[in-house]
């Protein structure tokens, strides 16, 4: 039997009893238990592995504010060109190798550049040049790309949004928006002038392509005197398909003619099983029915059209739709499905539940061999979903591929057997940086890739009912379970859960959930980390704000109740500040927790580890040496767990991303020969040793390095499993990723 006297130490769960083991997962069933459901994890033939991220700021200075928006790619698909309207230029990237894009300079337009096509060695660009939304105006600028010069400008009569050149080259279809003042009237239509779309004849010398306008209105019933063209499709037949969003109307015109062959209204999405309420918590339990108000169009064939359903006026389904032109008939709706799909991966913005949720912007269709594929582009859960079409009135959803914040273009690259997606999303403040990202069609296992951190998605949810997670921000390994994690979410959600995460599966599954209540109710806290109890139950750190909210230990029950909140000492809290308790972690019959970053108590460079007995209600405390900060940056502690009596680890992090990331890294102290001291004692400091460097592991993916390794344990098989938190999405990139480290370091 279970000696509730032997430590707790992750080296010696793999042999607790049973009684122990069940004890604990039985308060972690706050849900029945989940089958894995496995939509949306790559398991049959081919699939897209990202295998490089390219910040665009490396084609100019750090400092700019710059942007990837909508890209094209030379026929050969070695040379992209991207639009930065920030900046109001073209950007382009060498894609010699699909794995390592590089900058290759920037080119300054007349204007705010929309959208760009390519054309052989020109590329054609859509340049928004309007002195306001009552004055447009726009051109077309043609780039000769050898010599990255303007050769040519054309006027387009007003502020273009799309651009796409007709499959046999003789024309290109732009949508002339002409677009709306929301701060006018709420953004109500009409307001005129009316935009329409403009057909490029591409004969003879560039300075002289004839350019012709069609006219789109009198056609929806929606504000049908001023359509706004959003984006247009091009079809071997020479078929333009054009979406007026705000109108919600489709309409497919001939470029040779310039006549309107037909339109129909695009009808109103229904979204089953989707968040509709925003409360921090994801229940997928809702249903929306409203205009679809599609924006990016693609054509599947010369008869079926698809859209992704943003929504911009009064709808935004949380669709994609596929369509029958010539009739207008729905012949296939996604529904919840894409919502469902970023709970799942643990990307939903919960914080648009009431307002389009994951919000479908960009589609594209291309053909890889036999395999014809539909990529949509998710604008606020940063993936895009894809799907493969064996038949069109039941896509099969293969994966969904994580991205920078807000993709925005995808561009697809079947002859380099390959997938770019463009992130807009620009905020340097905030580490957000613009980015273009590249995914290699492969047919390798994912589980090897998942092995070595180089494959997404790394943890998915398999709750039932169908339920979400996010920013996971502590670990702790499941007394008596070799493959099951236990995880708690910070105060990006509510209320406080735990988690049990199965390891044992490549993507590892969150199995079940667990609330925590006090006195019956639902309570929340900002958890920083979550230990077993002995006996079952869990002690979680919460952090404080240093001002209205302390920092406590909460002693929790088996079933999720909370038996007390322990307080740090007075004059220890009274120095807190808005970085405080980081991980938990349990040595024998003691709780040990981290201190984020200094407080007012502490020497510079020095944070508090902290001990408490529950036997005796008693505090002490040991220091902890902190790197010196990178230049900007700070540093401090997200995670302690334990080796064994004498040993701890600790995730030693600074708070910078991507390229300029470069403290995250795992270390070891040991705690024989220091006395831990009671409160206003000068602090004993450890010794710490760097046994691991997380940045490989957070690079391997092909993304951008997380700031935010948090959560770190020791399996029951002796594993080393990390977590990152991904804010909920908020100014972050948002991926959820467990972290596997190898076989946990000794002494």
């Known amino acids: ?57 490396l084609n100019s200075t750090a400092a700019e504010q710059t942007a990837a928006e909508i890209a094209a790619a030379t026929d050969d698909g070695r040379l992209v060109v991207y639009t930065d309207s920030p900046a109001g230029r073209i950007g382009f990237v060498d894609l010699t190798r699909v794995d390592r894009p590089r900058p290759a300079g920037v080119l300054a337009m007349p204007g705010e550049p929309t959208s760009v096509a390519i054309l052989g060695d020109r590329a054609l660009v859509a340049v928004n040049t309007s002195a306001s939304f009552t004055e447009p105006s726009g051109r077309l600028v043609v780039v000769d790309l050898r010599t990255r010069a303007i050769v040519a400008e054309r006027d387009l009569g007003g502020q273009p949004d799309s651009i796409a050149i007709s499959p046999d080259r003789r024309h290109a279809a732009v949508a002339i928006e002409n677009e709306r003042d929301e701060d006018v009237n709420d953004g109500a239509l009409p307001q005129l002038p009316a935009g329409f779309l403009a057909v490029v004849d591409l004969t003879g010398a560039p300075a002289s392509w004839p350019v012709r306008r069609v006219e789109l209105t009198g056609l929806a019933d929606v ?38 062959l037909r339109d129909f209204p695009a009808g109103s999405g229904t979204a089953t099983g989707v968040d509709v309420v925003e409360d921090g918590t994801i229940r997928l339990d809702g249903d929306v029915t409203v205009p679809r108000e599609p924006d990016a169009v693609a054509w599947l064939d010369d008869r079926l059209v698809a859209t992704a359903d943003e929504g911009d006026l009064a709808g935004g389904s949380r669709t994609w739709t596929i369509f029958d032109s010539t009739t207008g008939e729905v012949v296939y709706s996604s529904g919840g499905e894409l919502d469902q799909l970023a709970a799942r991966y643990g990307q939903y913005p919960e914080g648009r539940a009431e307002n389009k949720g994951v919000e479908p912007e960009g589609i594209a269709v291309a053909t890889y061999g036999r395999d014809r594929y539909v990529f949509v582009g998710l604008e606020r859960a940063n993936l895009v979903a894809v799907y493969r079409l064996d038949d069109p009135r039941r896509p099969e959803l293969v994966q969904a591929v994580p991205t920078g914040v807000g993709p925005e273009g995808l561009l697809p690259l079947p002859q380099r057997d390959a997938l770019l997606v463009s992130a807009e999303e620009d905020a340097a403040e905030d580490d957000v940086r613009s980015s273009v990202s590249t995914y290699s069609l492969t047919r390798r296992p994912l589980e090897v890739a998942l092995a070595r951190n180089a494959a997404a998605p790394s943890i998915v949810s398999a709750l039932t009912p169908p339920g979400g997670f996010g920013a996971l921000s502590g670990l702790d390994a499941v007394p008596g379970d070799r493959d099951a994690v236990m995880a708690v979410e910070d105060d990006a959600y509510t209320p406080t859960r735990v988690l049990t995460v199965d390891v044992g599966e490549r993507p590892a599954v969150v199995r079940r959930e667990l609330v925590l209540t006090r006195g019956g109710a639902p309570v929340g806290y900002d958890a920083e980390g979550v230990a077993a109890r002995d006996g079952g139950g869990f002690w979680i750190a919460a952090e404080g704000d240093g001002e209205d909210v302390p920092n406590l230990l909460v002693e929790v029950d088996a079933r ?188």
């Open 223 to 260: 504000a049908p005197e001023d359509p706004e063209p959003e984006y247009v499709s091009v079809n071997r037949r020479g078929e333009a398909v054009v979406t007026l969003q705000e109108n919600n109307h489709i309409a497919v015109v001939d470029l040779r003619s310039g006549r309107v």
């Open 1 to 57: 039997m279970w000696d509730p006297r032997v430590p707790t130490s992750p080296a010696r769960r793999a042999i607790l009893a049973v009684t122990c083991a069940v004890a604990l997962s039985a308060g972690l069933t706050g849900t029945a238990q989940a089958r894995q459901d496995d939509a949306g994890v790559p398991e049959r033939g081919a699939w897209f592995d990202r295998v490089a991220t390219l910040p665009v700021y």
């Open 560 to 747: 999720g109740a909370v038996l007390r909140e322990v307080p740090l000492p007075e004059s220890v809290a009274a120095g807190a500040t808005s970085n405080g308790l980081e991980g938990v972690t349990t040595v024998g019959d003691q709780v040990w927790v981290a201190v984020q970053r200094e407080w007012a108590d502490d020497p510079r460079g020095v944070v508090k580890l902290a001990r408490f007995t529950p036997a005796t209600g008693e505090w002490a405390f040991v220091g902890y040496p902190l790197d010196p900060a990178p230049e900007g940056a700070t540093v401090g502690l997200s995670e302690i767990t334990t080796v064994d009596d004498d040993t701890l680890l600790l995730v030693e992090r600074d708070d910078r991303r991507g390229e300029d990331a470069r403290i995250k890294r795992v270390t070891r102290v040991e705690l024989g020969g220091v006395t831990p001291v009671p409160a206003g004692t000068p602090l004993p400091v450890l010794r710490k040793e760097t046994v691991l460097d997380l940045v490989p592991a957070l690079r391997a993916g092909g993304g951008v390095v997380a700031d935010k390794p948090e959560g770190l344990t020791i399996t029951g098989r002796g594993d080393l499993v990390g977590a990152v938190d991904n804010d909920g999405l908020d100014a972050a990139p948002g991926e959820s990723v467990l972290l596997r480290l190898g076989r946990a370091p000794r002494r």
